[in-house]
Structure formats: C-alpha cells, structure tokens
C-alpha cells in the first residue's frame, strides 16, 4: 500500500497535503559504537583490614555470568530490579546463593564474566581500598576472568540517576561477552 493509498483510505486527501518533502529513507538506527575495552589490571593493595565475608553470588542458567553481591540477601524491590536486569542482558538467573570462599567457587565452574555489584564485593574481590568509582565503568581482571565493578541494588533504587551508569557498565559487559562468541 502506498503513502498516497492510506491517506486515502483514512479520508485526508486530498485535503492533507505534505508541506515538505520526506527525507530519504536511512538505515535503521544502530547501537553507538562502543570502543573496543581495554583490559586494566588494578593496583593491587593488600588489605588486612578487609574482613573475609561470604558473599551473595547469582549466575546464569548456562554459567557464563556471575553477579557477585555484599549483601546477605535481597529485599523484594531488590529481587525485582535484579530480575529486570536479567531480563534486559536477557539471561535466565539461577536461584541466589551464599558462598564463603568465592575463589573455590569460581574454579569449580567459571564464569565468563563477573559482575562485582557494590563497593564491599568489587573490594572483596579485587583485595583493592579502592572506591567504587575509580573501579566502575572498567574491565578488570579476576584470576583471567573479565570482572566489571558496577552499584548494588540498593544502591541502585535510592540513587535513580546512577542507574544510567550501571546500564553502560552492563552494556560493556553484554559487549565483552559478545566478543567471546566470535
């Protein structure tokens, strides 16, 4: 059907009439390009201070994204922000469980990629005093696996705007894991 068919058929012409002509048709929109991500090892700071403390972990249903978490458990508006998450990097998440020793867990079947969400389980698991704002918005390294430091859930619903940042820092993990597909 044709421009000129429709408004016939919805009774606007001849009345209508366009009074500039339609630019030509582009391609469909795309993704910006997102520059190719330099893996950053980050200085190294030992902690003594750093208390060893189990963590939340929740991985994909095929084991190639882990979502490490400080906190002990998830409060409903918590699970459902997780779960939208899931829904738009389009993985199906396991059920949460509490690991003590995150290393063991992680070379019993590891992961493509970590997700650190928080400041107390990127530091956990980087042995950094680093904030989380130098670590955020990289890929780093955890014993050869690409680890990106990103807020945590609560984080998340009481700061709106830095939802914004953790979806570019998805977006670079979604991008990373694109490039072990090739």
């Known amino acids: 059907m044709t421009r000129e068919d429709m408004l016939r058929e919805l009774e606007l012409l ?4 366009l009074r500039n002509p339609l630019p030509a048709p582009t391609a469909s929109p795309t993704l910006p390009n997102i520059p190719e991500p330099a893996i950053i090892e980050p200085k190294i700071e030992k902690l003594e ?3 060893t403390q189990s963590l939340m972990h929740i991985s994909s249903e095929d084991g190639d994204w882990l979502f490490v978490m400080g906190s002990q458990s998830l409060q409903a508006d918590e699970a459902q ?3 939208n998450i899931s829904k738009a990097i389009r993985m199906i998440a396991m059920p949460e469980q509490m690991v003590i020793d995150t290393l063991t867990t992680i070379q019993a079947k590891p992961p493509k990629i970590i997700i650190a969400m928080g400041e107390l389980a990127s530091q956990s698991l ?8 130098d670590l955020r ?3 780093l390294k955890y014993h050869n696996i690409c680890l990106i430091a990103t807020y945590d859930l609560a984080h998340l619903l009481q700061h709106l705007p830095d939802k914004a940042k953790t979806w570019d820092d998805l977006r670079l993990a979604m991008h990373t894991m694109q490039d072990f597909k090739l």
């Open 126 to 133: 980087l042995q950094s005093t680093q904030p989380l704002t």
């Open 49 to 51: 201070t750093l208390p």
């Open 81 to 83: 922000l997780f779960k």
């Open 14 to 17: 001849p009345v209508w009439q």
């Open 137 to 139: 918005g990289k890929l």
